[in-house]
């Protein structure tokens, strides 16, 4: 698997990992969504003003790998690269593609940190190029995925060079090779003393990580020179003989697909979880006072919410505080129509097609109701009943006991 990080200004990425270009339309059944809303990333992306608002990855596999694979692999890797980080800290956008030979998955993370609002830093070359290799071993190493560290090129001639030290390099890596197949040098040790016998000195033994390649600093009388190669690196040297000339002849590493190596992804994954423990401290301390000023925040604006919800609460009346008044309460001098007859007390008085027996049958009903209660209904009103009395549209309506 290779991994590649980029900070960009990328504002279309939604259409390009779903639809493509113009010029090369995407296949969208070979699309997968599998995280995130690319929405809502979007609207997060457009919040930030920094000339680099996203961070955009790429985790590229080799050939064809099964889907519970890729999201097992996009897990483990979010986990490691967010690594002190928690899952409100941040937004991820993750897309599957399957329309090229090699599946590859898109990443976005918007550069802004959603707890703090703050710029959300996770990845500067120089400083964490280690560690996004040691995350990249560790998985290809779990997952049995090939790994861009298989089957590369044993030693490449440089023609960038001066040709001068192009033919120095070429005159030392052709001699061992020779006496390597002539059994005549059999170790790392071997290997510096015969560069030393050539008049020169071995002032510094490396490996370039950004190039992956190993070399040597040698220097003479008048300069100094690297000579690349991974003959020049020690563990070549700890191999059987019969793995060292297989990779000469190849030209290829025999990297061993560790899956089946318990001791070689043991000692990768203590060598991730070191990383992972340095990379929680720094996380930590930087942004220990943005995060204590955005729980400040909140909790002040939680204060403010339960205060104002706690004050409408004792201002309003409650609803079931209200009790229902009774007829026995109601005053003379309130309208006692309509009446509060439920829809069963009609008599279905719909069925009835006449529009005045239907009225006529609503009065009866009306009468009823008044009679119940205690109320006697007359048209003419007593002399000694005032005004004061109950009043239908039909009828008018006084106490018993004013009769």
């Known amino acids: ?33 599998l995280k995130g809303d690319l929405l809502q990333g979007d609207r997060i992306e457009n919040l930030t003003k920094y000339k680099e608002n996203s961070y955009l990855i790429l985790l590229s596999f080799k050939n064809r790998v099964d889907e519970k694979i890729v999201r097992a692999v996009l897990d483990e890797f979010e986990e490691n690269f967010m690594m002190g980080f928690d899952k409100d800290e941040y937004h991820i956008d993750a897309v599957w593609h399957r329309d090229t030979d090699d599946d590859h998955v898109h990443i976005r993370i918007p550069k802004i940190n959603l707890r703090t609002q703050t710029q959300l830093q996770l990845y500067f070359d120089k400083k964490d190029r280690s560690r996004i290799n040691a995350i990249r071993d560790y998985l290809d190493v779990k997952y049995q995925l090939e790994s861009p560290l298989d089957n590369k090129i ?49 002032i510094k033994i490396g490996y370039d990580k950004p190039n992956d390649f190993h070399y040597l600093t040698i220097e003479n009388e008048t300069k100094k020179m690297r000579i690349k190669g991974d003959i020049y690196d ?5 191999d ?14 025999d990297r061993p697909m560790g899956g089946d190596d318990k001791r070689e992804l043991s000692e990768l994954k203590e060598q991730l979880d070191t990383y992972n423990v340095t990379r929680k401290q720094e ?104 005004t004061s009395v109950l009043k239908t549209d039909r009828f008018i309506c006084y106490p018993l006991d004013l009769i």
């Open 1 to 33: 698997m290779i991994i590649s990080i980029q900070g960009a200004t990328n504002r279309g990425w939604l259409k390009y990992v779903i639809y493509g270009t113009d010029k090369k339309p995407r296949d969208t059944s070979k699309v997968k969504i």
């Open 154 to 202: 044993f030693f490449k001639e440089d023609n960038k060079t001066y040709k001068s030290n192009f033919n120095i390099e070429k005159f030392i890596t052709k001699n061992i090779l020779e006496l390597h197949q002539s059994e005549l040098l059999d170790s790392f040790d071997d290997m510096k003393a015969f560069i030393e016998e050539q008049g020169v000195k071995i």
């Open 234 to 238: 020690e563990k070549f040297w700890r």
């Open 240 to 253: 059987s003989r019969e793995i060292r000339e297989k990779q000469i002849n190849n030209n290829q590493r």
């Open 283 to 386: 996380i930590y301390r930087q942004y220990k006072p943005s995060r204590a000023r955005a729980t400040k925040r909140f909790n002040k604006r939680e204060q403010e919410s339960i205060s104002k919800y706690k004050n409408t609460r004792e201002t309003r009346t409650s609803l079931f505080s209200l009790k229902p008044h009774t007829l026995s309460h109601i005053n003379n001098y309130y309208t006692f129509h309509p009446f509060p007859i439920g829809k069963e007390g009609l008599d279905c008085t719909q069925r009835v097609p006449s529009p005045t027996k239907r009225k006529s049958l609503r009065s009866d009903t009306q009468r009823k109701f008044i009679n119940k209660q205690g109320w006697k209904i007359s048209l003419l009103v007593p002399k000694k009943v005032k």
